[in-house]
């Protein structure tokens, strides 16, 4: 099944590990491996209406995953699983395994708090707090008690800002509104706040689609360079934008994983009829 | 074959006319409604107006020994039925207290009869014919005026109209009022945000939601019996006191806070909620740092209002006690109280004539109070609405 002319010396198609669930079809043997969230037979309802059916994925730290699908596919819903966003819901069930650092994230034991100090989330508009600069990067390192000295958070804050590439731009207007900035740089602001109290996972629900293509390119650049300290995941209606920044890409289309593929292959080899078709434009 | 401009036009000319025709009915009301304003203000103004004028007289008082017996002994016979007969009773207390006055008849103005007040003011007098020409000749020698009336102002009720003063019910009504903020906001607000923020979307609060939007239209008589029923027969709240009237005006102002709140809670962007949320804040946390800040200006409106609403509220005072005759001014809030409208209720029932303009008087007063409260409740809104 390997087609010779594209298949890339780095990465290892092997049917053996593609049969085990979860598994991405092809690795690149070059990338990190090491497991930051592994999904199994996981299964949602909204109300009768079941969003996600059978979910198996393992999600590698240090690396961007992008989760791709038409609408309605339950992409966002899954990434929604990943930081228990989803509780808010009321008609909401969910049954499977949502395993992070060996815990089960929907036992009863499991706090949401703490589960979201360890996944942060950008949205898909950008929604900074209705306070200033400072304050939208400060307050939740400060609420939990990750600093306490004022030069700590100072400090804290430049990182925050520095990491996001936004220091520059606001360094001299901290006490300015956070909704003063351009949408661009509210989401890069958004970006900060989350990466602010040092999660492990970062996850982003199509965070450029309300922006504009420089703005976005420059967030694309920003995952790059976050992927050395995060663990991404990303929803992106956008395909090219997912084979520029991905490492790995899954495929939903109706609350099914199709598809979970090193990045490269699955834009230029996918293993299944569906993912092709939709990646070629026949439907989407 | 499309249609031409002309014809297009031609069809068009019966909306247009259409529009035109809604658009000076909306302005109908508009003007007609601003009309009824300016003429109940007019008419408030022009009847309210003179009741901040009060006739006083300039008389010789001759504070003999005879005169801390009989007080109108102090006066000469042709004026003694044109002085207030409020100032005559204090002779005698000035007297005891100041024994320097024994012996001495200065000239002084004093308070005239509402008699001589309507009289001058050109209304219905009860005089008679001499004393008609007393008050003239008194005029005349420039000893009889209109002056600030500042009884009205410093005084309790009283069965004299030119001693009648909304002092102690605009006390009342303060007393009252704080009552009834204290009772009702925090218990509003905290309903609204459990209700908004924390309740599951279940039946039970679906019944709590509907009787509390049903509440806020209940006739507020029935607040006062409940308030009866409760505050006084059940756990004995002293009755007529600022205390009882401010509990029960709280029955009905609750409604309307936690209408007003949630309102104010619900146009806060789910977005803020989301992202307060996704950096791992507890659902308190959220509400306390995020959602209520934004939402403050909401509910500080919607509660000066409802307070505003309570302020003028008569009927369920009633029922509990605070419709009374308040001579005095206690800043108790178990002694007995009246409150503005209630005095103003009081004044209007009054047969003498000269209360028609205290009447009057009361409603400028209380207008003014209102306007104030509704003015400051755009202020508040405007000082913490955060431009982001």
Known sequence: MVNEQLSQPAINVSPQLAREPGRPISRNENANHDLSVRVRDLNLWYGHNQALKNINIDIYQKNVTALIGPSGCGKSTFLRCLNRMNDLIKSVRIEGLVEMDGRDVNESRMDEVALRRRVGMVFQKPNPFPKSIYENIAYAPRMHDLVSRRADQDELVERALRDAGLWNEVKDKLQEPGT???????????????????????????????LDPISTATIEDLMDKL????????????????????????????????????????????HTKKAEDYITGRYG | MSQSFD??????????????????????????????????ITDMLIKGLPAFQQAQIKVEVSYSEQASEIPLAALEEDVRSLVSRGFLRLIPGRMEDNPQLLGTSPMQW????????????????????????????????????????????????????????????????????????LASFPVGV???????????????????????????????????????????????????????????LALGTLPVIIIATRTA????????????????????????????????????????????????????????????????????????????????????????????????????????????????????????????
């Open chain 2, 110 to 181: 004093v308070l005239a009869d509402a008699q001589v007040d309507q009289y001058l003011k050109g209304h219905h007098s009860s005089l008679g014919a001499s004393e008609r020409a007393t008050v003239e000749r008194l005029a005349e020698q420039g000893r009889a005026e209109l002056m600030f009336n500042t009884f009205f102002f410093t005084n309790g009720d009283s069965k004299l109209p030119e001693y009648a003063g909304i002092a102690a019910a605009a006390l009342g009504t303060v007393l009252t009022m704080i009552v009834t903020m």
């Open chain 1, 180 to 210: 003063s900035l351009s949408g661009g740089q509210q989401q890069r602001l958004c970006i900060a706040r989350a990466i602010a109290v040092k999660p492990d996972v970062i996850l982003m629900d199509e965070p450029t689609s309300a």
């Open chain 1, 227 to 270: 992927k050395q300290q995060f663990t991404i995941v990303t929803v992106t209606h956008n395909m090219q934008q997912a084979a520029r920044v991905a490492d790995y890409t899954a495929f939903f289309h109706l609350g099914e994983l199709i598809e979970y593929n090193d990045t490269r292959m699955m834009f230029s080899n996918p």
């Open chain 2, 190 to 248: 905290m309903t609204a945000i459990y209700l908004e923020e924390f309740a599951p979307d279940n039946r039970l609060t679906q019944i709590i939601e509907i009787n509390i939007n049903n509440l806020a239209a209940v006739p507020s008589i029935l607040f006062g019996l409940l308030g009866l029923a409760i505050y006084i027969n059940f756990f004995g709240v002293p009755r007529s006191s600022p205390l009882v009237g401010g509990l029960t």
């Open chain 2, 7 to 40: 014809e297009i036009t031609a069809q068009l000319k019966r909306r247009h006319r259409k529009s035109a025709r809604l658009k000076w009915l909306s302005m109908g009301a508009l003007i007609l409604a601003a009309a009824f304003l300016v003429v109940f």
């Open chain 2, 265 to 388: 809670l619900r146009s806060v962007p789910d977005s803020i909620r989301q992202a307060a949320f996704a950096v791992g804040c507890s659902r308190w946390q959220v509400v306390k740092d995020h959602v209520l800040p934004l939402s403050l200006p909401g509910i500080l409106t919607g509660s000066i209002i409802g307070l505003a609403q309570a302020m003028g509220e008569t009927a369920p005072l009633i029922i509990v006690g605070m419709v009374a005759f308040i001579p005095d001014i206690s800043a108790s809030f178990t002694d007995a109280a009246t409150v503005m409208p209630a005095q103003i209720f009081t004044w209007a029932s009054e047969p003498d004539r000269a209360f028609v303009e205290k009447t009057a008087g009361g409603i400028l007063v209380l207008l003014a109070v209102l306007i104030t409260l509704n003015a400051s409740a755009v202020w508040l809104r405007k000082k913490f609405e955060r431009r982001w």
